[in-house]
């Protein structure tokens, strides 16, 4: 994509699925009930996302254009496709209070992982191997 509906001010709230899982486990065994948000306490710039994605596939970093400037229907059916499921997430500055869960998470020993750089490339890594998305030369 030469560009992309993407606010730079967006924030990405990255939890592995797997620790996502223990912690509902945890929760779910220790209280019959109650509202609990699972989100990792951290966010990730999505900006921050993007170059890690442009360095590991090797593509141009596409132009950022705000959602009022988006026009699907200039892209084949699968970028059409794939932008309509995924611009949402790429607009999208709403944060999570979830200071109540953490505390709780915390004290049943649960630690959120650190989504560095690094861990982006474990993932990049993965998705490159499964073909989910391919390599730049």
Not at 11 to 25: G, H, Q, R, S
Not at 26 to 47: E, Q, T
Not at 60 to 84: A, D, E, H, M, V
């Amino acid at each position: 994509y030469n560009e992309i509906p993407l606010d730079v001010k967006t924030n990405l709230n990255l939890i592995p699925v797997d620790l996502c899982a223990k912690a509902i486990m945890l929760l779910a065994s220790n209280f019959k009930s109650g509202v609990f948000h699972v989100v990792n306490p951290i966010n990730k710039p999505i900006d921050d996302i993007v170059n890690e994605a442009k360095n590991f596939f090797k593509f141009k970093k596409p132009k950022y254009i705000t959602l009022n400037k988006f026009n699907s229907s200039k892209y084949p059916p699968f970028g059409k496709q794939f932008l309509n499921t995924y611009v949402s997430y790429f607009n999208f500055r709403a944060t999570f209070d979830s200071l109540y869960t953490q505390k709780i998470l915390k004290n049943l020993g649960f630690v959120y992982p650190n989504i560095s750089n690094k861990f982006l490339i474990n993932v990049f890594k993965y998705c490159a191997q499964e073909r989910f998305i391919r390599r730049g030369k």
